[in-house]
């Protein structure tokens, strides 16, 4: 991966889960499509939002820890270092980004206040788009 002048990473975009959005498109509920494809952050974070819609907090950090970590192993292949754009723009992003943007949420809800800033950090680090997008722009 080359560097810009800048000295940061180019932006990394994920590869869509062709299989699993059409399941999410057609009307299959996100708990089914997170069995029936564990590893796309997009289903995890739809139950995380939902979860904290509800007041579920400890069921929508569990949901937005698990589709956070889906999406940083998906970061890792897809060449991403720990750092960088993770644009918003690019739309098979937008899982990663929502589960991060309900963990920082879930955090904040248990009193988990360091992991909640991180998290926020991390998001408007990442993409300043989906922080504005998910609420949780500076």
């Known amino acids: ?16 889960d062709t299989a699993a ?8 509920d996100a708990a089914d499509v997170a069995r029936a494809h564990p590893t796309y952050s ?7 939002e939902h ?16 589709g956070y970590h889906r999406g940083l192993d998906s970061l890792r292949r897809s060449g991403w270092r720990g750092h960088g754009p993770v644009p918003w723009e690019h739309v098979p992003n937008r899982g990663f980004l929502r589960a ?11 009193g ?3 992991e909640a800033e ?3 950090t ?7 788009t989906a922080a504005e997008e998910l609420g949780l722009a500076g």
Do not use: H, Q
């Open 42 to 48: 997009l289903a995890w974070a739809m139950l995380a």
């Open 51 to 66: 979860a904290l819609a509800e007041g579920r907090d400890l069921e929508g950090y569990a949901y937005a820890r698990v």
């Open 100 to 110: 991060l943007a309900a963990l920082a949420k879930a955090a904040g809800s248990i």
């Open 21 to 28: 959005r059409a399941a999410l498109d057609e009307g299959t």
């Open 1 to 16: 991966m080359s560097m810009n002048l800048l000295g940061e990473p180019p932006a990394t975009e994920l590869p869509e």
């Open 122 to 128: 991390f998001l408007a680090e990442s993409s300043a």
């Open 118 to 120: 991180r998290c926020s």
């Open 112 to 114: 988990e206040a360091d």
